[in-house]
């Protein structure tokens, strides 16, 4: 009887790596996809584009999606293929521009972080900071005595054990729109986690961009 059933177990074992490698194809290319429509349909939300490449490659309805990490080794990749060239010259705009808003800023301590920072920035793609002030009012005065043109909003993020709702300005002068979004002083220790993997987001201060730039 045992004997029997370390046959069955035997038999069973390559069911399961065949399974497991198939799965790990279906991530694979749900990744690829997406990437691609990061990369060349300006999508930026990266749930939206697994969801979008699951369908496209005829898996709606697969649980295989891949996290946000394996998208970005795959937009990394596809960048790396087909846009090299015109990846780093709009890394090197878009870094440029992050680090004047930054000092602009400079009162607020920012820190860049998003796509700008991680290397992923496709020709769609937004500049993200993080300031932190007493109040978001103290940023908006601030933003009105130097006439600078905004719109204003909030994001909803995971932040100490929670989704909080943060205010956000919007600067729209210049090639890319500068996304600030708006954190209490006490707040400056803690770092937002991304949805939906919740990781703590990567952030910089200007410095750092300052040195990306340089080996740039």
Do not use: C
Not at 157 to 174: I, K, Y
């Amino acid at each position: 009887m045992s004997m029997l059933k370390g046959v069955g177990e035997k038999r069973a074992l390559p069911h399961r790596e065949r399974e497991k490698a198939a799965n790990l194809r279906m991530r694979e290319r749900i990744a690829q996809q997406a990437a691609r429509l990061i990369a060349e349909d300006g999508l930026q939300d990266y749930a939206l584009a697994k969801l979008k490449a699951a369908r496209q490659i005829g898996a709606p309805d697969t649980r295989n999606l891949p996290n946000d990490e394996e998208v970005a080794r795959a937009l990394r990749d596809y960048q790396a293929l087909y846009q090299k060239d015109e990846q780093s010259e709009r890394l090197r705009q878009l870094r440029q521009q992050a680090l004047a808003a930054m000092r602009l800023l400079e009162r607020f301590n920012p820190f860049l972080t998003g796509s700008v920072l991680n290397g992923t920035a496709t020709r769609h793609s937004d500049i993200n900071l993080h300031l932190f002030a007493d109040s978001a009012k103290e940023v908006e005065l601030f933003l009105l005595a130097r006439q600078a043109a905004y719109k204003s909003g909030e994001r909803r993020m995971h932040f100490g054990g929670e989704v909080r709702a943060f205010p956000v300005f919007t600067l729209l002068e210049g090639p890319a729109e500068v996304n600030v979004t708006v954190f209490a002083t006490d707040d400056l220790r803690q770092i937002p986690r991304g949805h939906p993997d919740k990781r703590p987001l990567e952030r910089a201060r200007a410095k750092q961009v300052e040195a990306l730039l340089g080996e740039g």
